[in-house]
């Protein structure tokens, strides 16, 4: 039965493709659970830094911009201030909380680049900039998070950077 089933599969691929790419002769491959140099040989190559890892500050926010005169809301998502590097500035960006982590606002904060930013509640951040970068208008953004503490916190690690 085994020499019929690979006669039968040998005929299959040699109708619609090359016989020789798919030898079907028993005993021409060979499986064995002893190791090899190449299975010895695993890399182990470490996967890149998220946007979390390489922030020096994180918070949950909800992000709101201006749009036609009211505040559209653009989602909820977690906002980190990375450090760039060499440079005394740093990237505010806010990733949504989904799986897909899309981008909601991607600014630059720091010296020559002033983000003018100031309280609107008590738990309400405004800063004015360009939302994205490919923007063309510049806009406020309301940054809303959790209490009146974290809204306090997130002001003095933006004037930090903008000083």
């Known amino acids: 039965m085994t020499s019929t089933l690979i006669a039968v599969i040998a005929a299959a691929a040699g109708a619609g493709g090359d016989a020789k790419r798919f030898p079907l002769t028993p005993g021409s491959t060979r499986f064995s659970f002893e190791s090899t140099e190449d299975q010895d040989k695993v890399v182990h190559d470490q996967p890149p830094k998220s946007a979390d890892e390489e ?15 009211e505040y559209a809301d653009r989602g909820v998502g977690i ?62 953004i309301l940054l809303l998070v959790n209490s009146a503490e974290e809204a306090d916190e997130l002001m003095v690690k933006i004037e930090d950077y903008t000083k």
Do not use: W
């Open 79 to 140: 906002l980190h201030l990375k450090p760039v590097k060499d440079y005394a500035k740093a990237q505010l960006i806010v990733r949504a909380e989904s799986n897909i982590g899309q981008v909601l606002i991607n600014l630059i904060v720091g010296q020559g680049h002033s983000l003018p930013c100031q309280r609107m509640s008590s738990k309400t951040l405004m800063i004015t900039g360009l939302p994205m970068p490919e923007d063309s208008n510049v806009v406020p």
């Open 55 to 69: 922030a020096v500050y994180s918070k949950r926010c909800q992000v709101f911009v201006m749009k036609d005169a």
